[in-house]
C-alpha cells in the first residue's frame, strides 16, 4: 500500500516540476520576445534620428558647424554621440570632442563600406573606437551621410 502512494506522489511531483519548468519557459520566451521589439524599436528611432540629420539642409549646404551642433543634439538625446564620417572613414567630426579636433581614422569598417556600397543603414558589431578606444557600436547610413551612436 505504501509503494502505490510513493510512486503517485513521485510522479505527481514530477508532472509539478515539469509543468512549473514549461511556465517558465514559457515566461522567458516571453520577455525575450518584448526584449527585442523594444530593441528594435530603439534601433529603429536612431536610424530616424541619424536619417533626419542626413537629410539636414546645413549639410547639403556645407555648413559643417550647424551639422556637429545638431549632431550633438542628437547624440545627447540618445545618451550618446554622433560622428561623421566621409567615405574613407576619415573623421569629419566627433560630437565627442570639440569641433575642429584632429581626428583619426573611424573604426567602423567593414559597416561604413557596406553602408556606402548598399545605401542602406547599418547596426555594426561591438569593437573599439579609434578617438575614445572605448567599446561600442556604431548605427550609421549610407554615403550621403555615414554617421555613428554610441550608445
Known amino acids: 500500500m505504501l ?11 514530477w508532472e509539478l516540476g515539469a509543468a512549473y519548468r514549461r511556465s517558465e519557459e514559457a515566461g522567458l520566451a516571453s520577455t525575450a520576445e518584448a526584449l527585442a521589439t523594444a530593441l528594435d524599436r530603439e534601433v ?12 539636414s539642409p546645413s549639410l547639403e549646404a556645407g555648413d559643417i558647424a550647424s551639422a556637429y551642433t ?9 545618451g550618446g ?5 566621409d567615405e574613407d572613414s576619415r573623421q569629419i567630426f566627433n560630437t565627442r ?7 583619426p581614422r573611424g573604426s567602423g569598417e567593414p ?30 547610413l549610407s554615403e550621403s551621410f555615414p554617421a555613428g551612436m554610441l550608445t
Open 3 to 13: 509503494a502505490p502512494a510513493l510512486l503517485l506522489g513521485a510522479v505527481t511531483t
Open 44 to 55: 529603429e528611432i536612431a536610424l530616424t534620428a541619424l536619417s533626419t540629420l542626413a537629410a
Open 70 to 78: 545638431q549632431a550633438g543634439a542628437v547624440g545627447r538625446a540618445f
Open 81 to 85: 554621440w554622433v560622428a561623421m564620417l
Open 97 to 103: 570632442l570639440p569641433l575642429g579636433t584632429d581626428l
Open 111 to 140: 559597416f561604413i563600406s557596406r553602408a556606402i556600397a548598399t545605401g542602406r543603414p547599418f547596426i555594426s558589431d561591438l569593437f573599439v573606437g579609434a578617438t575614445d578606444l572605448e567599446p561600442g557600436y556604431w548605427s550609421g
